[in-house]
């Protein structure tokens, strides 16, 4: 579970790879770029609940709890 940051270990081969979080409706609700290494995405705005993220180049949406 998160309060506040998301952090993402992107070690993929490209320098950059983009994400989007999605509510549990499916509307997009943050999107983005990963750099190479550990990202920070502020997710302190976003009201409690389940959010699913899709990484590019990553088999699968992976759930998020939002406390």
């Given at each position: ?8 270990l992107n ?11 999605l509510d ?44």
């Open positions: 579970p998160v309060h506040d940051q998301l952090t993402i070690e993929g081969q490209a320098n950059e790879s983009t994400f989007r979080l549990q409706t499916g509307r997009q609700v943050i999107s983005g770029k990963l750099n190479i290494g550990a990202n920070q995405i502020n997710v302190s705005e976003l009201p409690a609940g389940m959010y699913f993220i899709q990484i590019q180049g990553a088999p699968k949406a992976y759930k998020v709890i939002k406390l």
